[in-house]
């Protein structure tokens, strides 16, 4: 079982005090590739930052590749984080970097050696279908190509999970299919998908496991669902 999250609640305490979610029973498998849907405010965010220890739960338990994100010490946090790949909708580029300054931040960051970076990241930028853009930069690119770029820097580290908050929430429908297809095909290779989304099309279009949340709890959990029925 690659995640499994155990009675989890959270809850955030402010003038307003909010239940984001509430007790939540979840597991994935290795190799799943899951969409998690629903409105806004459903706690899907919350949900995907807890599962890389963003957020701490205010009760439950989460297991990840079978190591408990509550027991694990502070400093063990960023190894397990080296284990899944997040891509982000607002992208979180380095705009001052090349594309490939970008995606080799990812794996310097974790001190992988010199000759494997300039091995791995020109790989991975042609796997994704940029490489003849290694020396542009982020201003330089459509915002299909920026995407195709945090795809990239969340898969060069060989990740067991790979997280996409609305990874085509800006991109229109011909290059949603596009970054949809690379996330697809490194599913292929044994990389487990989770996917926030509120695109509809796509979600109805490809039939995966279908999580929907609302209110906080989940309310259907589908092997090959739609949006919402």
């Given amino acids: 079982m690659m995640i499994q999250m155990f009675n989890v609640s959270k809850v955030y305490n402010g003038d307003i005090k909010v239940e984001a979610l509430s007790d939540i029973n979840l597991h994935i498998n290795k190799g799943e590739f899951v969409f998690i849907v629903g409105p806004s405010g459903a706690g899907k965010s919350t949900l995907t930052r807890l599962m890389i220890r963003e957020e701490m739960p205010t009760k439950g338990q989460i297991m990840i590749d079978s190591r408990s994100l509550l027991r694990i010490k502070n400093r063990e946090v960023p190894y397990i984080r080296r284990k899944i790949g997040f891509i982000f909708q607002d992208f979180r580029l380095l705009m001052e970097r ?31 279908g940029l490489k003849d853009k290694l020396n542009s930069y982020p201003t330089q690119l459509s915002g299909g190509q920026q995407q195709r770029v945090c795809i990239a820097r969340a898969v060069v580290n060989d990740p067991l999970i790979i997280i996409a908050d609305e990874p085509t929430g800006n991109l229109d429908p011909d290059t949603s299919r596009d970054i949809m297809n690379i996330l ?7 990389t487990t998908i989770i ?16 999580i929907a949340l609302r209110d906080g709890t989940i309310v259907r959990d589908e092997e090959r669902g739609c ?3």
């Fill in 227 to 229: 949006y919402e029925k």
């Fill in 98 to 128: 090349t594309v490939y300054e970008n995606v080799a931040f990812a794996m310097e960051a974790i001190e992988m050696p010199r000759s494997e970076v300039r091995e791995r990241v020109p790989a991975v930028l042609e796997m994704v």
């Fill in 195 to 210: 996917t926030a989304t509120h695109d509809r099309e796509m979600v109805d279009m490809m039939k995966r496991r279908v």
């Fill in 184 to 190: 697809l095909a490194i599913n292929k290779r044994g």
